[in-house]
Structure formats: structure tokens, C-alpha cells
């Protein structure tokens, strides 16, 4: 293994300079990075420089139009040159030590390609993630979200995935499980692609682990709900129509490309359960949603067939 073998993707908007935080909490670890890479998808420039100033080394990519998460994360990652990839919200900071403590994590067995840390939010007392699941309801938990930290997930050990906000991968991972020339599914803007890429490398036979010794922060929604949202439960009540539509639409894209037959014929009842209460709040309080959600109704079908051309693989 290299010195340095870690490479952090940081995509960014540039909103409320999140990103000076996040850059300034990579500068101090113990471990520090071998290279940290901003996605800037923002139009302020003055934040090449902000970024410059708050990690000197750094190397930033400025895309022609705003590529979203998942896809600056692909950006990020094909040139990126470490073993294990650090997938960073820019409204995330990492403790001094996440990083050489995260990095334990992968050694725990040789099929772990992802690791979490116990993400808090920025009150240091409530739980963010301390790991991704998949529900019945075939939609993504994170595990003591909202919740106070009283100590219950000292713990380390399996999970299912990780949760996008801070998510360590081990590089021969994504690149094994990558479609195409993209490790992130690129019609994920964000939401459910963190879900997609677990569930993904869970059908290739990866795994991933939690270390709760490896302590980070994240303002949950910071980049994309307005300021009376940012932390609160119920996610989709603070996003806007376009937005909500994505929610929707990407957990069908995601059920379409991952789930087995028999997993969903099992999981039939709450996965319809779940439906009919989605579309009878969106009917009644966001009927907007549903002209967005249609108007584009390919992408889906276009799921499938992604489906169909991976068939067969796997370890």
C-alpha cells in the first residue's frame, strides 16, 4: 500500500461556502490525503481561490454546466489515483483522525469495498448515518438518523452500504462494479445513488463495515433543502417539485436494476404499501410532481435495459 493512499472527491455548488469547512477539516487530519479533488459546479469565481486558500495542494475540475452529485463524483473519481476514494458532501468535515481510522475499516476482510464512519450532525449530539440499509419497503435507511447519540453504535461491524454524505470506497470496488465508464449510475443526479452504487456491489459480493471510531459532521440537506429544512426528517416536504420528482424516480430505477425476482415478489406488499402512500401525498399536496415525473418517463426503461446488459455479472 502507498503512503498516501487515499484520494477525496469533493463536488460543490459553492452554497453558503460549505465546501472552506470540508477543505479546512481534510488539511488537518493525521492521515492526510494523497490528493483531494473539488468538483466545482458553481458560477462564483472567487471559490478557486477560497478552495486554494483553505487546502494549497488541492486540484479543482470546473465542468461547462452543473454535472449534480453523481456524476462530478465520477469525474472526480476517473482521475483520481489512490487506492480507497473518499466521496465527500461539501457540507461534511471529517475529526483530525477519520481518515487513518476509516482506513481500518477496509482490513476488517478483503471483500469490504466500503466503509462508514459515525456521521453526526453538527450539534455533535444527533446521529446522521452510521451506515446505509435497504428496507422492505425497497428504500434507503440511515441508521440512527434524527436520533441522540447515546452510545448505542460503538460497535463496528457489517452494513449494508454507506451513506452517500461520507462514503470510503476501495478503488478495485468501483472500479469492478462501474457500468460502462461510470461508477455512479449518471442519471442519479443525487438521491439513491449512494443506494444504487451499495446495492450494486452487494450483488457483486462486497460488503461493507462501519467504525465508529471515524467521526465526521454533515449538515444534513445543507446543499439542496432551504435553511428550515436542514436537519429534519421527512426530507421530501423540503425539496422542490423537480427535485421530489428525482426521489421518486430514482428509487424506482434503483428497485429496476437491483432487485432480484424473488426479493421483490417477498417485498410485494410494503413496496406497493409504500407506493400508494407516495403518489396519494404527492396527488393531494405536490400534484406538480407528477408532470415532472412523466415527462421523461424513458430514463426508466432505460433502467432495465441497463439491467439486461449487466446480466451475468459478478465475482
Known amino acids: 500500500m502507498r503512503n498516501n493512499p487515499v484520494s477525496v ?3 460543490t455548488c459553492g452554497r453558503d461556502a460549505y465546501f472552506v469547512s470540508c ?3 481534510l488539511r488537518r487530519q493525521t492521515c492526510p490525503p494523497g490528493e483531494v479533488i473539488l468538483v466545482n459546479n458553481s458560477l462564483d469565481e472567487s471559490l478557486e481561490q477560497k478552495a486554494r486558500e483553505a487546502y494549497p495542494s488541492i486540484k479543482i475540475m470546473t465542468p461547462d454546466r452543473n454535472l449534480y452529485y453523481g456524476e462530478s463524483l465520477n469525474r472526480g473519481i476517473a482521475i483520481s489515483t489512490g487506492d480507497f476514494v473518499l466521496c465527500l458532501n461539501d457540507d ?4 483530525k483522525d477519520f481518515i487513518s481510522e476509516a482506513l481500518k475499516g477496509f482490513h476488517a476482510d478483503e471483500t469490504v469495498g466500503m466503509v462508514s464512519g459515525k456521521i453526526l450532525r453538527p450539534d455533535r449530539k444527533t446521529v446522521d448515518t452510521t451506515g446505509l440499509f435497504l428496507t422492505v419497503w425497497r428504500t434507503a435507511r440511515e441508521r440512527g438518523y434524527g436520533r441522540p447519540d447515546r452510545g448505542q453504535f460503538e460497535r463496528e461491524g457489517f452494513v449494508f452500504g454507506v451513506g452517500g454524505a461520507v462514503a470510503f470506497y476501495r478503488k478495485k470496488m468501483l472500479d469492478e462494479i462501474k457500468e460502462g465508464v461510470s461508477f455512479f449510475d449518471p442519471f442519479f443526479r443525487m438521491f439513491y445513488e449512494d443506494l ?3 446495492w450494486r456491489a452487494h450483488n457483486h459480493g462486497w460488503k461493507a463495515y462501519y467504525v465508529p471510531t ?3 459532521c454533515h449538515v444534513r440537506g445543507g446543499s439542496v433543502r432551504n435553511g428550515s429544512g436542514q436537519g429534519r426528517a421527512l426530507a421530501r416536504r423540503y425539496l422542490n417539485d423537480e427535485f421530489h420528482s428525482d426521489l421518486i424516480k430514482n428509487r424506482y ?3 429496476s436494476k437491483n432487485e ?3 426479493a421483490f415478489c417477498l417485498h410485494l406488499i410494503p413496496i406497493v404499501f409504500y407506493d400508494l402512500c407516495t403518489w396519494l401525498y404527492v396527488l393531494f399536496f405536490r400534484p ?3 408532470k415532472i415525473f412523466f415527462s421523461n418517463p424513458k430514463e426508466l426503461f432505460e433502467a432495465n435495459e441497463k439491467r439486461s446488459d449487466q446480466s451475468g455479472c459478478g465475482t
Not at 461534511?92 to 475529526?95: F, V
Open 288 to 290: 406538480k410532481v407528477i
Open 260 to 262: 432480484t425476482f424473488g
Open 253 to 255: 430505477r434503483a428497485i
Open 214 to 216: 471515524a467521526i465526521a
Open 9 to 11: 472527491i469533493v463536488p
Open 23 to 25: 477543505l479546512e477539516s
Open 196 to 198: 444504487d452504487l451499495s
Open 92 to 95: 461534511a468535515t471529517l475529526d
